[in-house]
T-cell receptor, first 112, second 113 residues
Framework: NAGVTQTPKFQVLKTGQSMTLQCAQDMNHEYMSWYRQDPGMGLRLIHYSVGAGITDQGEVPNGYNVSRSTTEDFPLRLLSAAPSQTSVYFC???????????FGEGSRLTVL | GENVEQHPSTLSVQEGDSAVIKCTYSDSASNYFPWYKQELGKRPQLIIDIRSNVGEKKDQRIAVTLNKTAKHFSLHITETQPEDSAVYFCAARDDGGYNKLIFGAGTRLAVHP
């Protein structure tokens, strides 16, 4: 039981490049979400999903796209990376309303 | 939407002292309040949570209190140990909504031997 798995762990991009952060969970959780963590700003919600085929915006969605074609996977796409997107990204999942949020190990992204 | 404020941003205590971290939230519909601990370079992990039908919850050296009228909740750590050094995040969620867990900015706790 791996829990929440994120790849890659580290990535360096140039401004304007695109990439996808992968996230998979094997706990059969309905809910998945993406957060970014910046110094002094805590964890800010980017996008979330309450089930396959359903996604919605969080606090800071601009510049990011998501999709949820299966229960297990919730990729985060940066279509045109900007230096302001330099951050540590965490994927998380939980079993439903009130369920504990389980985080992946994080992905450190640097945009030059 | 929900907004969570957390204070202080940094906290330094001597080993054996108590530590208190406070959070306020804005959405009166929020009814679930977890606390997460993040050690350096690691992922956040849940340490304790409380729901709006409870005023206080304890787990060994950790306790959380909730005042729904004032919309604030606090984390209390007693008999602090060096391994308690970490960043602590509070959060709030409306379980009747769409599972949006909103976090505070975090408190960096340093426990000095």
């Amino acid at each position: 039981n791996a829990g929440v798995t994120q790849t890659p762990k580290f990535q360096v991009l140039k401004t304007g490049q695109s990439m996808t952060l992968q996230c998979a969970q094997d706990m059969n959780h309905e809910y998945m979400s993406w957060y970014r963590q910046d110094p002094g700003m805590g964890l800010r919600l980017i996008h979330y999903s309450v089930g396959a085929g359903i996604t919605d915006q969080g606090e800071v969605p601009n510049g990011y796209n998501v999709s949820r074609s299966t229960t297990e996977d919730f990729p985060l796409r940066l279509l045109s990376a900007a230096p302001s997107q330099t951050s540590v990204y965490f994927c998380a999942s939980n079993s439903g309303a009130g369920g504990e949020l389980f985080f992946g190990e994080g992905s450190r992204l640097t945009v030059l | 939407g929900e907004n969570v404020e957390q204070h202080p941003s940094t906290l330094s205590v001597q080993e054996g002292d108590s530590a208190v971290i406070k959070c306020t939230y804005s959405d009166s519909a929020s009814n679930y309040f977890p606390w997460y601990k993040q050690e350096l370079g690691k992922r956040p992990q849940l340490i304790i949570d409380i729901r709006s039908n409870v005023g206080e919850k304890k787990d060994q050296r950790i306790a959380v209190t909730l005042n729904k009228t004032a919309k604030h909740f606090s984390l209390h750590i007693t008999e602090t140990q060096p391994e308690d050094s970490a960043v602590y995040f509070c959060a709030a969620r409306d379980d009747g909504g769409y599972n949006k867990l909103i976090f505070g900015a975090g408190t960096r706790l340093a426990v000095h031997p």
